[in-house]
């Protein structure tokens, strides 16, 4: 995509999440803390997944693909907003700003698609267990996966699309930590009537469409467990779905109220709390939900832990 500059501006300034003295160090080790936690996690569970042949299946592939693009979106964003805590002026260029904007939008459609197709993979495993390999193949799963990114790649294309038709005269201080949608938006000099509309088309298709998948997905699954006669089957097929519904919930409660809503309403400091919720405290909880909730991950991580410790040890008495 060539990125055009129709306006007169050519390079923004983020305005961070504040501009008091006193919290910007306390606020620099804290997302420090919680970026080095999100590499860890996530990284961590990709090389798990990679290393265990006991973790190659479908629920797990769609959980390496997650933490990718967790991965991948917190630092589309992390290291330019951490700049802001040291720097008195933290200014990007037209071009980079709307590469990020891009990127952000990209993985978050994504992971959106890929958690409702985490979804319909949990159903499949526990109202088809007979036929979930055969219903869940190799080539299903790809497919799947691969609507996923598409979504992504049209939303962020539709996205940026809109924003380089905008113009922006003199005002080029965005009131946020990245280059977001909405908080350009209040930068334009023209009409942003059809970019509103496009966010509110996109963004409500995104939310609705997954959440009624995942919804009748949850609805038939907790159906099933209900008339298990097993109270370990029933345990067990909580214990996998818990942890899916936590990341859900934490990701479209926070999108839904930061897009879903009039423009007139609520405070800039409120979007900026709500977006920090499903840029940075999803992508650092996520590894941690489904490693404390699935033993299946816990076990794998036991035995990388003896087996890298045994090679150690045998290494050191040859």
Request: proline share 3%; charged share 10%; glycine share 4%.
């Amino acid at each position: 995509m060539t990125l055009t500059n129709s306006s007169s501006v050519t390079e923004f300034i983020l305005a961070g999440l504040t501009d008091q003295p006193e919290f910007q160090l306390p606020l620099l080790f804290l997302f420090v803390g919680t970026y080095v936690i999100t590499i860890v996690g996530n990284v961590g569970l990709i090389i798990l997944i990679r290393m265990n042949a006991q973790l190659h299946t479908p629920m797990y592939f769609f959980l390496f693909h997650l933490s990718f693009i967790d991965l991948c979106y917190s630092s589309v964003f992390t290291p330019k907003m951490l700049m802001n805590f040291v720097l008195t002026k933290n200014t990007i260029s037209y071009s980079g700003c709307m590469a990020q904007m891009y990127f952000f939008c990209f993985f978050v459609i994504s992971e959106i698609y890929v958690l409702t197709v985490m979804a319909y993979d949990r159903y499949v495993a526990i109202c088809n267990p007979l036929l979930y390999n055969v219903i869940m193949s190799n080539q299903v799963c790809s497919w799947l996966l691969g609507v996923a990114y598409v979504m992504g790649f049209a939303g962020a294309v539709a996205h940026t699309a809109c924003m380089l038709r905008l113009s922006f005269c003199d005002a080029n201080i965005i009131n946020h930590y990245m280059c977001d949608v909405l908080p350009l938006l209040q930068l334009s000099c023209t009409s942003t009537y059809i970019n509103e509309l496009v966010v509110f088309i996109i963004v409500g298709t995104n939310v609705t469409v997954p959440s009624v998948t995942i919804f009748t997905s949850y609805a038939l699954i907790l159906s099933n467990i209900l008339n298990m006669s097993s109270t370990e089957g029933r345990s067990k097929a909580f214990s996998t779905c818990s942890s899916h519904i936590i990341v859900i919930t934490l990701l479209f409660g926070s999108a839904s109220f930061m897009y879903l809503k009039p423009s007139s309403s609520g405070t800039v400091n409120q979007d900026k709390v709500s977006t920090i919720f499903y840029t940075i405290v999803g992508p650092m909880l996520n590894p941690i939900i489904y490693s404390l909730r699935n033993k299946d991950v816990q076990t794998a991580l036991r035995r990388t832990l003896k087996r890298r410790i045994f090679f150690r040890t045998w290494a050191e008495f040859s």
